[in-house]
C-alpha cells in the first residue's frame, strides 16, 4: 500500500489510503505525480500498479519526448498505459485497441476524465493476424 501511495499526488493519498482500508469498495479517482487522472477500481490496481509503480512502460534508452507522434497500443486494458503514454509523448496521438466491453467503458472514462479524446482513438477490438470471432 506504501508504495503506491507514494506514486500518488499529495491529494489522492488519503483517499487511496482509506478505499484500501474499507476493502476497496467502489471505484475512486485519483491523481499520480507522472501524470493523469484515473477512476481505478479493485480490478484495475494491478495495471495501474505496473504503470505507475513498477514503471513498466519506462523505456531502457532515451527516447525524445516530442519526438513521438504515433503509438499503438494493442490491448490498452482500462488505459493505464494510455494515460502513461499522454504524459510521456505529449505530441503523440494513441490508437488503443481493447476487445473486452467492460474495459473500454472504463477505458473511455480515463480518458475523458484526462480531456484526451482528441489525442486517443479507441477501437473496440483486439489487434490479430486474421479475422475471428471470439468470446471473452
Same mark, same amino acid.
Given at each position: %500500500?506504501?508504495?503506491?501511495?507514494?506514486?500518488?499526488?499529495?491529494?489522492?493519498?488519503?483517499?487511496?489510503?482509506?478505499?484500501?482500508?474499507?476493502g476497496?469498495?467502489?471505484?475512486?479517482?485519483?491523481?499520480?505525480?507522472?501524470?493523469?487522472?484515473?477512476?481505478?477500481?479493485?480490478?484495475?490496481?494491478?495495471?495501474?500498479?505496473?504503470?505507475?509503480?513498477?514503471?513498466?512502460?519506462?523505456?531502457?534508452?532515451?527516447?525524445?519526448?516530442?519526438a513521438?507522434?504515433?503509438i499503438?497500443?494493442?490491448?490498452?486494458?482500462?488505459? %493505464?498505459?494510455?494515460?502513461?503514454?499522454?504524459?510521456?509523448?505529449?505530441?503523440?496521438?494513441?490508437?488503443?485497441?481493447?476487445?473486452?466491453?467492460?474495459?473500454?467503458?472504463?477505458?473511455?472514462?480515463?480518458?475523458?476524465?484526462?480531456?484526451?479524446?482528441?489525442?486517443?482513438?479507441?477501437?473496440?477490438?483486439?489487434?490479430?493476424?486474421?479475422?475471428?470471432?471470439?468470446?471473452?
Amino acid at each position: %500500500m506504501l508504495e503506491f501511495s507514494r506514486a500518488l499526488l499529495v491529494s489522492s493519498m488519503p483517499k487511496y489510503v482509506l478505499w484500501k482500508l474499507r476493502g476497496r469498495p467502489g471505484p475512486i479517482d485519483l491523481e499520480f505525480k507522472a501524470g493523469g487522472h484515473v477512476r481505478m477500481d479493485a480490478t484495475s490496481q494491478g495495471p495501474a500498479y505496473e504503470v505507475f509503480v513498477e514503471h513498466a512502460y519506462d523505456s531502457p534508452r532515451r527516447i525524445d519526448p516530442l519526438a513521438v507522434h504515433r503509438i499503438v497500443d494493442l490491448g490498452a486494458n482500462v488505459g %493505464m498505459s494510455v494515460l502513461f503514454w499522454l504524459q510521456a509523448y505529449p505530441r503523440a496521438r494513441i490508437e488503443a485497441f481493447e476487445p473486452h466491453p467492460a474495459h473500454i467503458a472504463r477505458l473511455r472514462v480515463n480518458v475523458g476524465l484526462n480531456a484526451a479524446d482528441a489525442r486517443i482513438i479507441i477501437h473496440p477490438t483486439a489487434a490479430g493476424v486474421r479475422s475471428a470471432r471470439m468470446e471473452l
